[in-house]
């Protein structure tokens, strides 16, 4: 129940229609008995000042940012927590008084989600990353931290792709702007927003019928839970790693954030997984079977 004591916590975006955080947020707090709530904003760039200065007036605790506001949310911070500078990213936002402090979970969520739900080493894989935004900067990055053999970015707009091939010339992992190409062990990371808005099948790979061994397919979108890229994927054998993991370790770490206190993360998969199946977000034609994982 709200009462007077409450304080909020958003999450900043447009769209938010998919969005899973206020479900988990919420059922957090109530496990953890804080008087918090969280709370779905549609904020665009051009009103994300305004907006995170009216939520410091109105005594939020933080918020979260998706799309589109993750790079916009860099030059409005008081300070920033690494890595969110060397990711030029921002997801998370902690209010202490009138500052504003920066944080990106995005790329600890994802290697939590690979060793928890796939468990091999990263060393000296060959990536294929499809997109160039702030979710495939980050998950570039965690990739590097981990040495993996090289690095090769496939997106539309390759300018945007050569600046994130720019952005990890420190790392010292081999990065390039190629075309699509297949190889032993390859981790393939979908880093796109295709195939998230609802019932939409589109895919932006269309595998080979026959694929390397080794090959481990990764998509960032979590609803739907299984995408066609995700789907054709494990129809060829490969293993595959939806983006469920990482949303729920994202949300693990801004609670920390947020809070100080670690929140139970089997209650926040819960939670999500129940959310996910009650709106039927199995994309047509899927086989039930044919799970992540698979």
Known sequence: MIGPGTRTVWVLGSPLGHTLSPVMHNAAYRAMGLDLVYLPARVGSRDLRAALEGLSVLGAVGCNLTLPLKQAALGLMTRLEPPAAELGAVNTVRFEGRSRVGFNTDAQGWLRSWDEEVGQPLEGRPVLLLGA?????????ALASRRVARIQ??????????RLVASLARTEVPCRVGAVEFEPDMVVVQATSVGMV???DATCLEWPEEVPPGVVACDLVYRPRQTRFLREACQRGVRTLGGLGMLVHQAA???EVFTGQSPC???LRRVAEEALSSD????PGVDPGCADGC
Request: with cysteine.
């Open 133 to 141: 935004g702030g979710a495939a900067r980050a998950v570039a990055w």
């Open 153 to 162: 970015v496939v997106n539309r707009d390759s300018e945007r792709a050569r």
């Open 198 to 200: 609802p019932g939409d």
């Open 253 to 255: 770490l801004a609670i």
């Open 265 to 267: 993360q089997a209650l």
């Open 280 to 283: 039927r977000c199995t994309a």
